[in-house]
């Protein structure tokens, strides 16, 4: 695992350590009879439910780009390093207590991702900054985050093969070679490029290009 990975993942075991310490912990002593991961999914708020660490992602792009706006390096470079522990948060506290969602919580998991990508590369096309940096930016952050696309499609490729499965993905057609050997070594030349590593990539380029 990259050091960027074991960064996030040492916040994420703080934060949700806390979490079950003083208040999951205490909940379950409120209601002994009922199992955590039903408390979270029929009780309503003051529990704090995980669904909520998702929504909050979506208040955090919000102020990255407002705070991005008028270079506000360390609120920008907080709201973005939160927005990505808040996916972390959610995905612990959820296999932690066996939490399912009775919302469809995984499609707005997954599309703060995408929305947040969408948005940045146009935020980058209009941010107040010379001509030669949107470009060098827009080609850094294009190239690592195909990479990471890249590493994610040769990983479920051969994931299919080792399960003697068809291999259904959107990209399939981008996998070059049938050979194993090929396969693995691809996936370890790029085993770094990932979101844990993409978020660092952003905050530093952003701070040295800004």
Do not use: G, W
Not at 46 to 67: G, R, S
Not at 85 to 109: A, P, Q, R, T
Not at 131 to 145: A, I, Q, R, T
Not at 154 to 170: D, G, N, Q
Request: proline share 2%.
């Amino acid at each position: 695992m990259s050091f960027f990975h074991n960064f996030y993942t040492k916040i994420t075991d703080k934060i949700c350590s806390y979490l079950d310490t003083f208040y999951y912990s205490n909940l379950k002593k409120l209601h002994p009879n009922t199992q955590l991961n039903e408390l979270l999914v029929t009780k309503n708020f003051p529990i704090i439910k995980p669904d909520y660490f998702i929504f909050l992602q979506y208040y955090l792009i919000y102020q990255f780009f407002h705070n991005l706006t008028y270079h506000n390096m360390i609120f920008y470079t907080f709201f973005l390093q939160s927005f990505y522990i808040c996916n972390l948060v959610f995905d612990k506290i959820s296999l932690n207590y066996n939490y399912i969602s009775k919302y469809n919580i995984n499609f707005l998991k997954d599309n703060s991702f995408m929305l947040f990508i969408f948005l940045f590369f146009f935020k980058i096309i209009f941010l107040d900054i010379y001509f030669y940096k949107k470009v060098l930016l827009l080609l850094l952050f294009s190239k690592f985050y195909i990479t990471i696309c890249i590493n994610d499609l040769y990983k479920a490729r051969l994931k299919s093969i080792e399960l003697k499965k068809e291999f259904h993905h959107p990209l399939k057609i981008l996998v070059i070679t049938p050979n194993i050997n090929t396969i693995k070594n691809i996936i370890n030349k790029t085993q770094y490029f990932n979101l844990s590593s993409y978020m660092f990539f952003i905050n530093v380029c952003l701070i040295l290009f800004v």
